[in-house]
């Protein structure tokens, strides 16, 4: 995936649970810095992380795993994403950014990610020219929005255009909110790339056995989990992985070389979870619904009491 000069893996490497999740746990940690090691050499360079995951280790764990690697900066695509539940100000994101390239020994950022949520609870304007500075400094190169409603993407592309690299949305096959409310479409046509979290569910979306997933993995010969890989990247955009099982790793990137027929993929967009709804949404601070970043943890618990009401 060639995008804005970057030459991008068509699978991301996604850092929730490096290191711990919330806070620190080093139990895993020569498994999971040996397992992003295996992602860089076979070539994955995208990288979403936030130096809030497990206090800071996520990102020890990724530099230790970058220098073992000895994989080259300029072949990276680093996206550092702060949270603004993390940040009482536009200081601490600032402090946070700084603790990030201090820990990664960065002189830049390839984007720096920020929620809807930090143009919601600071000021507007004061975010947009902390933004800016940052990019005429050239300690970031281009900006990302995450979580966001349509309204205000467009009124953030209206800021930065040609500056903006990516919106990072919640997107599956169960959970396709983020497509039917416009935010993915409006990306598409303007030049903003769309990567995905939570693409295959922390693989809970292949253990309820939809009938259409099962017939197409048996169709292809592949798991689920490939034919949920394969399709969202036959849409251009870019899924977020986090695997720290060799194994899990070999079958993602081997769900590149699928073929899926122009009849199946069309098959999967139109597919819609019958007879669910979507919760209310909490896009902010409305404390009315389910923040939106939780649709996909959701969705098992959501579903099961409406199919049995």
């Known amino acids: 995936m060639n995008y804005k000069g970057y030459n991008l893996f068509p699978i991301g490497i996604g850092t929730w649970g490096i290191g711990g999740f919330a806070?620190?746990?080093?139990t895993n940690d020569n498994k999971q810095i040996d397992a992003l090691i295996y992602l860089l050499e076979h070539g994955l360079n995208y990288i979403s992380i936030c130096h809030w995951y497990a206090k800071g280790h996520a990102t020890e764990n990724l530099a230790k795993a970058i220098t073992e690697s000895r994989t080259k900066r300029k072949t990276l695509f680093i996206n550092q994403s702060i949270y603004s539940h993390n940040n009482k100000s536009v200081e601490d994101i600032e402090s946070e950014r700084k603790k990030f390239f201090d820990t990664l020994k960065l002189d830049y950022v390839d984007s720096l990610q920020l929620d809807f949520g930090v143009f919601q609870k600071y000021n507007y304007f004061e975010v947009i020219d902390y933004l800016k500075n940052l990019l005429s400094n050239k300690l970031i190169k281009y900006v990302n929005i995450t979580n966001t409603n349509l309204e205000f993407l467009k009124k953030f592309y209206?800021?930065?255009?040609?500056?903006?690299?990516?919106c990072e949305s919640g997107f599956n096959f169960e959970i396709?909110?983020?497509?039917?409310?416009?935010?993915?479409p409006f990306c598409t046509s303007h030049d903003v790339l769309n990567v995905i979290y939570q693409p295959i569910r922390r693989n809970r979306t292949a253990k309820r056995n939809w009938k259409l997933l099962v017939e197409l993995a048996t169709k292809y010969g592949v798991t689920q989990n490939q034919i949920i890989l394969k399709w969202i990247i036959s849409n251009g955009y870019l899924p977020l992985v986090k695997s720290e099982n060799i194994e899990h790793i070999n079958e993602n990137i081997k769900a590149l070389d699928i073929e899926l027929e122009e009849k199946d993929v069309k098959k999967l967009n139109e597919f819609r979870?019958?007879?669910?709804?979507?919760?209310?949404?909490?896009?902010?601070?409305?404390?009315?619904?389910?923040?939106?970043?939780?649709?996909?943890?959701?969705?098992?618990?959501?579903?099961?009491?409406?199919v049995k009401n």
């Open 273 to 306: 979870v019958a007879n669910y709804k979507q919760p209310k949404i909490d896009w902010g601070y409305d404390k009315e619904g389910i923040p939106i970043y939780m649709l996909s943890n959701v969705f098992d618990e959501e579903y099961d009491r409406q």
């Open 158 to 166: 209206e800021e930065f255009s040609r500056d903006i690299f990516a």
């Open 176 to 184: 396709r909110e983020n497509y039917d409310n416009g935010v993915l």
């Open 23 to 26: 806070s620190k746990d080093t």
